[in-house]
């Protein structure tokens, strides 16, 4: 088989939305292996190696056996597999509403405009600034969220900066602002927020309220 029709997998599984505008609804997950960044404060290491080879039928079949109408493809970084882009389509060919969870360092011009695109922005705490692939920006629409994890201040008035530089609040969706897990109060952050009338939502990831913050599969 060529490599678009086999995709290495590391979970697939059933929860509730943690991030996003999505947050809250039931959601199969579609976590895929690999990932060619690594964010200070990432908390899905796990899945940057190892994985299990499926072909694409079997990972949308899978995918699909959970009957919700919600579903992520998520990483390590989905958009290094080829598979990822038929895949996304077939999966909104089939009815369900998709996200995509990408670092925006890969290319997202391909991917199917019925997808909701959630791009991280890395700043200067992740350690991987130098990553972010700029010409993401231009393909960005209405239908799509920029996410920024921040570990402080300074990354605080990095976020704000690029903000109002590429007018993203204009461009998608939503703009995310997120704080890191133990590391930044999100009382700070909501106080910034308010401080400079920032046209942003801030968000904490649901899933690590509800389980454990190391808990897998969830």
């Known amino acids: 088989m060529a490599d678009v029709d086999q995709i290495r997998v590391h ?104 997808v909701h695109r959630i791009m991280d922005l890395k700043a200067p705490g992740s350690g991987e600034s130098r990553r972010n692939r700029w010409e993401n920006v231009a393909h960005l629409s209405s239908r799509d969220e920029v996410k920024i994890v921040l570990a402080d201040r300074a990354d605080y008035e990095w976020a704000k900066g690029v903000i109002e530089e590429h007018g993203l609040e204009r461009r998608v969706n939503e703009v995310l602002l997120s704080p890191v897990w133990g590391e930044l109060d999100p009382k700070d952050l909501v106080k910034w927020v308010l401080e400079d009338d920032m046209p942003v939502r801030v968000q904490i990831q649901m899933h690590k309220v509800i389980w454990d913050a190391d808990t897998q599969g969830v």
């Open 11 to 114: 979970e697939i599984y059933e929860s509730i939305q943690g991030e996003s505008t999505f947050a809250g609804l039931p959601c199969t997950f579609v976590r895929l292996s690999r990932c060619n960044l690594r964010c200070r404060w990432c908390d899905t290491p796990q899945a940057f190696e190892g994985g299990t080879e499926m072909s694409r039928a079997a990972v949308l079949e899978k995918a699909l056996s959970f009957e919700t109408p919600l579903v992520e493809l998520t990483g390590g970084e989905p958009l290094l597999q080829e598979g990822t882009i038929p895949l996304l389509r077939e999966l909104c060919d089939a009815g369900r509403t998709v996200l995509l969870e990408t670092s925006g360092e890969r290319d997202i011009s391909l991917v199917d405009p019925r």
